[in-house]
């Protein structure tokens, strides 16, 4: 069974920085595309960074590049999103979750499992 885990979220001041994590069992990340998602209330799901099994390709949103910054563990099975340079339009829970091909994960949300959520707040 494909479990996702996330955590690492909590409340932080605008330009301040978070790292999420993403812990992975029943699978390794070596064979599948994962990636991170956010969505604010009233706001629709957000792809805004993912990388490809290999590490070789990463997807980020335009809304975040140049801010966060996924990596991803293959030894751990986790994956990690650096967020640095906070906004306030970064508040949303955020997801993480695995599928089989890069693009379709992170633009057409297609997955096999998608983790819980962490609530992500930049606030002063």
């Known amino acids: 069974q494909l479990q996702l885990v996330e955590s690492g979220g909590g409340l932080v001041q605008p330009g301040g920085s978070l790292r999420l994590s993403c812990a992975a069992s029943g699978f390794t990340l070596d064979y599948y595309a994962i990636g991170w998602f956010r969505q604010a209330p009233g706001k629709e799901r957000e792809g805004i960074s993912c990388?490809?099994?290999?590490?070789?390709?990463?997807i980020y949103a335009d809304s975040v590049k140049g801010r966060f910054t996924i990596s991803k563990d293959n030894a751990k099975n986790t994956v990690y999103l650096q967020m640095n340079s906070l906004k306030s339009e970064d508040t949303a829970v955020y997801y993480c979750a695995v599928g089989p091909v890069l693009y379709r994960l992170c633009k057409l949300f297609e997955a096999h499992s998608w983790g819980q959520g962490t609530q992500v707040t930049v606030s002063s």
């Open positions: 990388i490809s099994s290999s590490s070789g390709s990463t």
